[in-house]
């Protein structure tokens, strides 16, 4: 056997050595080391014994073998059917792809493994027979010991309590526990348990049948050996989560796990609660607001066994299964999927090539699929499934666009047109619900004085102040707050005034409108608290309100069969935002919000309010038309130069000095000039991001847009270290973004 080198991160906490280090395995460890294992090697000044992780090894070497130092011992092995050698590849592909540190990377990847507290969970068990327990009850009634009677009579019901229950409810004292104990009438035990966020026990016996339409498309993904990736799009409410329970079914039954990613807002307890009624206990969640212990928790129990289904957003993807066989992403187009944070994966390639290290399908469920993902089916590297039919039989709602404009001609200056005001008063007679949704971006009130033009902007980010409610006024990017002004800052005049409708002078304007009708109002502001918007779906699911009023937030994969009017109060306004992305997030949010009607027995309506009524995406979106607005959009992108017709990457320059940002940004430019591939590349700016600036930090990117995606992380990986060698880079932030 030849030489073998490990390639060692030191320290995973130290992002100052964020790089790997060669050494020596010794023979006698060669058939032993694996990546991913912890082991100790020499280190520094006086070749002090440190600890490394293997990321790498290899039969070669760029390094003067005669300097190398070997590896000491290994600490801890890391058991290659625990599939953690995997992940540390899948954090050097994310490395490589998306532009990061490599410990950055392994950080996202793995969790770091803080020593945690593990819950002790104690319980009560009864030592007598009934027969003795009964005896001794009567005993304790006589000598009216109370606390021991209740004690014991709930025993002898329940054979065993926790003992949380038992001096919480029971209102017992430890020392009577424990004089028990020392009688022999009771034993305690001690049970380590994870920390588990599903509390109630709720499986019962599943049965709803799937369709003809579902069971053609699970066959026909579980018996492709051609395609690794399988887009399913299902119109709103066609029954893709039957789909998904199936194949997890499937894939559980053959002792492999699997992982479901939902975007976070639709990981409600309805819908967590569908999933564990099939699968009970198997199944576990996370989400953002569990703390790194309880989340370090769960994919213990993942890598433990105790679960073979891990349901959670974008983070879930990393569950530590080691026969992972299925990963479904469910809602695949919603932007939540992209990290905000370096590295900016997304998790839908992340998951594709975590499928192809281990061996896994990759499920893309939707009804109105990401472009990127349809032009890949399309193009035959997914699988493509379409249900076109609603699984309970309903018909898609009947959708009605309103020409605003018209409306303001006839004299009707209201959010609410007269269509959409008639349609409600039918419903509310009918005692049937509905959801008015206000697409937020466009509606955050500004103050402007109609004197002369002038906008109350943050004095930190270039965007406009948000008047919010007891006259003070908030920035939404630094949290910068100031008190509403009586008089224009500018020039002086009263006629200050705030512009646009939030969610609260609709809600203000549909209570005046119809003061019978119970209203509901679901934007950040009622949903602060803890478990804030999960109470509010609870209450209109349970039909406490007739009206749901809310953001971005209502339209997200919720089902409520007696939903049958959905108003849409101003459908353009996403589309002005200066994103290459408006017209399809447009499309979607229309399209989503709409499949929210008549999703039970009883039909829908949708009316969509707009300003500009010919729009292709809201014409496509009207008429549920997804196919119609992939072609007129995809021709756009083929024109335009936008993925999926290139790959994109845009480089983010951050930093307090404008001119000295604007030369670093300058030079890169310059540098992928003259690089051999440029002909194969077009680089456009620098230019200022969208927002210039962002709590006095100047903001400008550079994007590269070319064909060959090797080509885009060769140039990312040059530039990367010229970026870190380089003195001029140190006080300005470089971010890459790969755009998908
Ligand atoms: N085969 C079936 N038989 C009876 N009911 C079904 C069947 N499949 C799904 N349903 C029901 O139809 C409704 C819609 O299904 P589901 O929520 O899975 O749709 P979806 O495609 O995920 O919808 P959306 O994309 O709008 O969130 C649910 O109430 C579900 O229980
Ligand atoms: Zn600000
Ligand atoms: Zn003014």
Known sequence: MGQLYANIIVDISQEKLDRTFSYLVPETMQNLIH???????????????TKGYVVELTGTTQYQISKMKPVQEILVGTDQTTGEDRLIALAAWMRNTYGSTMIQALKTVIPIKKKIRQKERKTLILLLSDAEAEEKLRFYAKKNQKARYRLLEALLEEKEIPYELAVGKLNLSASVIR???????????????????????????????????????????????????????????????????????????QQRQAIVLIPEISLTYQT???????????????????????????????????IDIMIGPRSALFTPFSRLGLIIIDEEHE?????????????????????????????????????????????????LYTMTKRARGSALPDVEIV??????????????????????TEKLQAKEQMMLFLNRRGYAGFLSCRSCGHVVMCPHCDVSLSVHNHGRMVCHYCGYEAKKPVVCPKCGSTFIST?????????????????????????????????????????????????????????????FPNVTLVGILAADLSLYAQDYKAGERTFQLLTQAAGRAGRGEKSGNVIIQSYDPEHYCITAASRQDYCGFYEEEMSYRMLAGYPPAVYMMSLHGTGKDEAHLQTAMDYLVKMMQRMPESARIRVLGPTAESIGKIQDEYRKVIYIKGEDLQILTGIKNKLEKYIKMNEGYRTVQIQFDLEN
């Open 35 to 49: 990546i991913g294992d912890v082991v100790e090697v020499p280190f520094g000044k006086g070749n002090r014994l």
């Open 335 to 383: 932007p939540s999927y992209k990290s905000e944070t370096t590295p900016r994966y997304h998790a839908r390639e992340t998951a594709i090539e975590r499928a192809k290290l281990e061996g896994a399908k990759v499920v893309l469920g939707s009804a109105t699929p990401s472009l990127e993902a349809y032009y890949r089916a399309k193009q035959g590297k997914y699988a």
């Open 403 to 424: 020409d605003m404009r018209e409306e303001l001609r006839n004299g009707n200056r209201s959010v609410i047109s007269q269509s959409l005001k008639e349609a409600m």
């Open 179 to 253: 004089t028990m104990a020392e009688q022999g009438i009771l034993k305690t035990e001690s049970v380590l348990v994870y920390r588990n966020p599903l509390h109630q026990k709720h499986q019962g016996a599943y049965n709803i049948a799937l369709n003809e339409e579902q069971r053609k498309v699970v066959d026909g993904i579980w018996n492709d050996k051609v395609h690794r990736t399988s887009l399913l799009h299902g119109v709103t409410g066609s029954g893709k989560t039957e789909v998904y329970m199936e194949l997890i079914a499937r894939t559980v039954a």
């Open 499 to 559: 512009f646009g409708t939030g969610t609260q002078q609709v809600e203000q304007v549909v209570k005046k409108m119809f003061p019978e009708a119970g209203v509901l109002r679901m934007d950040m502001d009622t949903t602060r608290e803890k478990d804030g918007h999960e109470k509010i779906l609870a209450a209109f699911q349970n039909q406490e309100a007739d009206i749901l009023i809310g953001t971005q937030m209502i339209v997200k994969g919720h089902d």
């Open 272 to 306: 967590v609660m569908r999933f564990y009624r099939r699968f009970g206990e198997r199944i576990s969640i996370i989400h953002s607001r569990l703390s790194a212990g309880e989340k370090y928790d769960q994919f213990q129990r993942a890598q433990n066994g105790d």
